[in-house]
């Protein structure tokens, strides 16, 4: 699985939330609830912990010539209706 990103907004989300969209696409590696948001272009949150934080990520999937790859755009700490989502899965 490839990942990418917007640098400079990596860098202002460790500034103000704590992790750069590198760190955050750890999440992927573990279990994780995935939703399709109502958006153009296509977009997915995923829910996942990061380290003890349960957080809520929006992507793109988008293709180039090695293939697909997601994009991350930005991540929050989920809210209570977030968590309960994750819950149903894994609890």
């Known amino acids: 699985m490839r990942f990418d990103w917007d640098d400079s907004k990596s860098k202002i989300l460790k500034q103000t939330r704590g992790y750069t969209l590198q760190e ?6 573990n279990d ?3 939703r399709i948001k109502n958006d153009a272009p296509e977009q997915f949150i ?3 912990y990061l380290g003890n934080i349960l957080v809520s990520v929006i992507y793109e999937i ?3 010539e090695e293939g697909e790859y997601i994009w991350l755009i930005t991540y929050w700490k989920s ?8 819950e149903q899965y894994f609890y």
């Open 24 to 29: 955050v696409a750890n999440i992927f590696r």
């Open 32 to 34: 994780y609830v995935e």
């Open 46 to 48: 995923a829910i996942a």
């Open 62 to 64: 988008r293709y180039d």
């Open 79 to 86: 809210t209570k209706k977030e968590r309960q989502i994750y």
